[in-house]
């Protein structure tokens, strides 16, 4: 890490002995690592809030006996193809498929094409990992 900056935080007791337990639960070597990791979350969150670029992950589980549903899928994807940069499909069992779908472009356009592919019939559960590009990107 460069350029290291050191400050002092004033905190509750309480929510202190919260934020220790927390460490001790995850894992954290100490406080700062703890610290860094909420700030970083922060400002992914921030990012997908604000409709900032962001590179994000899809992932979507559905049923594809539905009718269809793939064709659907597939013609979404194909209408955000500049966001779209991968695509993974597992077959999980004999009826349900995983796709994870790798994106990078506005938060705003990203939201829109994840909230589409949830919205398609048969699409069982869906979620979104986004996190906000590097600085100069
Ligand atoms: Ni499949």
Redesign the pocket.
């Known amino acids: 890490m460069t350029d290291l900056v050191r400050f002092g935080i004033a905190m509750d007791r309480a929510l202190l002995e919260r934020f220790d337990g927390l460490i001790e639960r995850r894992g954290f070597a100490n406080r700062s690592e703890a610290l860094r990791d909420l700030v970083r979350r922060a400002i992914d969150q921030d990012a997908w809030d604000s409709g900032k670029l962001v590179c994000a992950t899809i992932t979507l589980m559905y049923d594809?006996h539905v009718r269809e549903l793939t064709e659907r899928l597939n013609e979404l994807q194909h209408d955000f193809g500049e966001a779209i940069v991968s695509t993974l499909?597992v077959?999980l069992d004999h009826n349900h498929?995983m796709e994870v779908i790798a994106c990078r472009g506005r938060a705003r356009q990203l939201r829109e094409v994840s909230e589409r592919l949830f919205g398609v019939k048969g699409v069982l559960s869906g979620g979104v990992v986004a996190s906000a590009l590097p600085k100069g990107q």
Request: hydrophobic letters at 0%.
């Open positions: 594809h499909h077959h498929c």
